[in-house]
């Protein structure tokens, strides 16, 4: 994997889940030529919809529910309320979107997996999109378009549990450590031991819901032991890790 690749570390962690749905019920639409089936557009909730879509029934081709971690997933938290598209020029967007409205059309064998997969590189093509335009918002998409600042992201991404400190952290972007302190909070709205600690609760969380033991849990995350991991995730979260993963199995 490339080494200063913005998105991959982040992405492995969440899982994409779609189902099609009724008219007015899903955060995903397609928007087309209902005559000719070929969209022209999407429209898109990235945590869920907030207002009635202004998109008539009659241009909507694909509809859907489409979850990826929800505010879990940083990258989800991140982006604008909704987010409009439209395919323009950009013949690989209109391409993904006529096989993503025929297979969901189609219903043939595989076509669940075929959408999910579908939809997953649809969002990442947004997130590259927000990446490139310079979000100017301070938040971790700001923090990814920046190309040095995005170097100390990825690394904290690819391995949470390393003892980082800026000192090191500003090595690898490249920066004096004064300058890279005040251009991570400039970016990113927070500190990089700030930004640390939430994305270790983020993935101790999916680590003890899904019923990995809280000592290896800790050990990966770089705690000293599942005493000091429960204490930091009771601070973070007001519970205690037992109660997630009692509430994940039920």
């Known amino acids: 994997m490339n080494k200063f690749d913005r998105l991959s570390a982040l992405m492995q962690h969440f899982q994409m889940n779609v ?11 397609v928007i087309g030529d209902r005559r000719t089936n070929r969209p022209d557009g999407l429209e898109f909730w990235p945590r869920q919809r907030s207002a009635n879509s202004q998109i008539p029934a009659d241009r909507r081709l694909f509809e859907a529910s489409a979850d990826w971690g929800g505010t879990a997933n940083p990258l989800i938290a991140a982006l604008p309320e909704i987010l409009v598209v439209t395919t323009g020029s950009d013949e690989p967007l ?5 096989m993503l409205v025929t297979e969901a059309a189609d219903a043939r064998c595989g076509s669940n997996s075929a959408v999910n997969r579908l939809c997953e590189v649809l969002i990442i093509r947004l997130l590259r999109q927000q990446i490139e335009l310079g979000e100017t918002t301070p938040g971790l998409l700001a923090g990814l378009a920046d190309r040095r600042i995005s170097r100390a992201l990825v690394a904290m991404h690819e391995d949470p549990g390393r003892e980082w400190r800026n000192h090191e952290l500003a090595e690898v972007a490249g920066m004096s450590l004064s300058r890279f302190a005040d251009r991570f909070v400039e970016r990113t709205g927070e500190t990089p031991q700030t930004y640390l600690r939430r994305w270790r609760m983020i993935l101790a969380r999916q680590e003890i819901a899904a019923g990995r033991r809280i000592q290896s849990v800790a050990r990966r995350l770089g705690y000293g032991s599942a005493e ?12 205690s890790p037992m109660l997630v993963r009692k509430s994940a199995q039920t």
């Not at 000091?228 to 519970?239: E, I, P």
């Open 19 to 29: 189902a099609k749905c009724d008219a007015g019920c899903g955060n995903l639409i």
């Open 94 to 98: 209109a391409l993904l979107l006529q």
């Open 228 to 239: 000091a991991l429960s204490r930091a995730f009771r601070r973070h979260f007001g519970l």
